[in-house]
């Protein structure tokens, strides 16, 4: 990457300053991006400090230099949060009515060259863009959290989308060291929630049917196959388990089954308040003696020595970092 002043916006509006749009404007901050943030929550600045500090944190232990730093200013209004904006970063809460009567208020007070993102987790941007004017301008700029530590963002477009909104906004992801995956096509839940959806179901399933707690099931995961998912993927990982045949040999091994009734993916338990308790309950005996702060340090310390590493061997999130610990004159 080159340290190009146009693969960042000069100033952006973070319009919803909770988990992820903290985290967005820390990235953002924290890469030279001046940011404007509008939130009527009288603790957004509380919010944006502390998960900051933690961006910051994180960043160092990295070696990533966070000394120059763009300017934040808390926004009186949504319309002068945007007014000066090439980047719009919409993060409200996930509800198509609170999205639309939000983005349309973007859309009326954004330059006309601004590029609206919603952060959204499921819904497309043919669904966001009622009351939208100018919807060629609008994608999906889907993060995962933490927004400041994970590279990946789902770009997805609109077929009002033009080509050029999406490649200056890969360009901009690329430039606060994301790594920008473009949806082919419109799809609820886009990619990677999907999976987490499928995933999730199952879980359910094993809580509900008295097979697995939440911590074993957790367990599962980061003793598991998890490690494997964080540095190779899905198909790479059974790649390999197809030994020298590849892939071809796996499918021939293990794909009949498929057809096995292993999983319920189509289907859901009720969510009953006893299964809620269970749930909660289960959760609150495996992490209830840290705080969230806590466990959120204890993520980031860990994500931190997993992108060192995949860094010093140039492979998956780590040749994301080149592009985190550049910037642009």
Same mark, same amino acid.
Request: charge should be negative.
């Given at each position: 990457?080159?340290?190009?002043?146009?693969?960042?916006?000069?100033?952006?509006?973070?319009?919803?300053?909770?988990? /992820?749009?903290?985290?967005?404007?820390?990235? $953002?901050?924290?890469?030279?991006?001046? &940011?404007?943030?509008?939130?009527?929550s009288p603790s957004a600045p509380e919010i944006f400090e502390e998960v900051t500090a933690n961006a910051v944190a994180a960043w160092d232990a990295l070696g990533v230099d966070t000394a120059r730093r763009g300017s934040v200013t808390f926004a009186a209004s949504l319309a002068?949060?945007? %007014?000066?904006? @090439? $980047?719009?970063?919409?993060?409200?809460?996930?509800?198509?009515?609170?999205? +639309?009567?939000?983005?349309?208020?973007?859309?009326?007070?954004?330059?006309?060259?601004?590029?609206?993102?919603?952060?959204?987790?499921?819904?497309?941007?043919? @669904?966001?863009?009622?009351?939208?004017?100018?919807?060629?301008? *609008? &994608?999906?700029?889907?993060?995962?959290?933490?927004?400041?530590?994970?590279? $990946?963002? %789902?770009?997805?477009?609109?077929?009002?989308?033009?080509?050029?909104?999406?490649?200056?906004?890969?360009?901009?992801?690329?430039? &606060?060291?994301?790594?920008? *995956?473009?949806?082919?096509?419109?799809?609820?839940? +886009? /990619?990677?929630?999907?999976? $987490?959806?499928?995933?999730?179901?199952?879980?359910?399933?094993?809580?509900?049917?008295?097979?697995?707690?939440? @911590? %074993?099931?957790?367990?599962?995961?980061?003793?598991?196959?998890?490690?494997?998912?964080?540095?190779?993927?899905? !198909?790479?990982?059974?790649?390999?388990?197809?030994?020298v045949g590849g892939m071809r040999h796996f499918i021939a091994q293990f794909g009949e089954a498929l057809s096995w009734p292993w999983t319920k993916l189509m289907d859901t338990p009720e969510l009953t308040e006893e299964l809620i308790d269970t749930i909660a309950d289960q959760?609150?005996?495996?992490?209830?003696? +840290?705080?969230?702060?806590? *466990?959120?340090?204890?993520?980031?310390?860990?994500?931190?020595? !997993?992108?060192?590493?995949?860094? @010093?061997?140039?492979?998956?999130?780590?040749?994301?970092?080149?592009?985190?610990?550049?910037?642009?004159?």
């Amino acid at each position: 990457m080159s340290d190009d002043p146009a693969s960042l916006p000069s100033r952006a509006a973070i319009v919803g300053c909770g988990v /992820i749009g903290a985290g967005w404007a820390s990235r $953002l901050h924290l890469r030279g991006v001046d &940011i404007s943030v509008s939130d009527p929550s009288p603790s957004a600045p509380e919010i944006f400090e502390e998960v900051t500090a933690n961006a910051v944190a994180a960043w160092d232990a990295l070696g990533v230099d966070t000394a120059r730093r763009g300017s934040v200013t808390f926004a009186a209004s949504l319309a002068e949060a945007c %007014e000066q904006a @090439e $980047l719009v970063v919409e993060s409200v809460p996930e509800r198509l009515d609170i999205k +639309h009567s939000t983005l349309a208020a973007i859309d009326a007070a954004a330059p006309e060259g601004a590029i609206i993102a919603s952060s959204t987790s499921g819904f497309t941007p043919s @669904e966001l863009a009622e009351g939208v004017e100018r919807a060629e301008r *609008l &994608i999906v700029g889907h993060p995962f959290n933490p927004v400041y530590l994970l590279p $990946l963002v %789902e770009v997805v477009a609109s077929p009002a989308t033009t080509d050029e909104v999406i490649e200056r906004a890969k360009a901009w992801y690329r430039g &606060i060291g994301m790594h920008p *995956l473009h949806v082919r096509r419109e799809i609820p839940a +886009h /990619i990677a929630d999907r999976f $987490l959806e499928a995933v999730w179901r199952e879980a359910l399933w094993l809580v509900n049917d008295g097979v697995a707690t939440t @911590e %074993e099931i957790d367990d599962a995961i980061r003793y598991g196959f998890g490690l494997r998912w964080a540095q190779m993927g899905l !198909f790479e990982t059974y790649r390999i388990a197809g030994g020298v045949g590849g892939m071809r040999h796996f499918i021939a091994q293990f794909g009949e089954a498929l057809s096995w009734p292993w999983t319920k993916l189509m289907d859901t338990p009720e969510l009953t308040e006893e299964l809620i308790d269970t749930i909660a309950d289960q959760s609150d005996a495996q992490s209830g003696h +840290h705080s969230i702060r806590e *466990l959120e340090r204890i993520r980031d310390r860990n994500l931190v020595g !997993f992108l060192k590493v995949l860094e @010093e061997h140039n492979w998956g999130a780590g040749q994301s970092m080149q592009a985190l610990r550049d910037k642009a004159e």
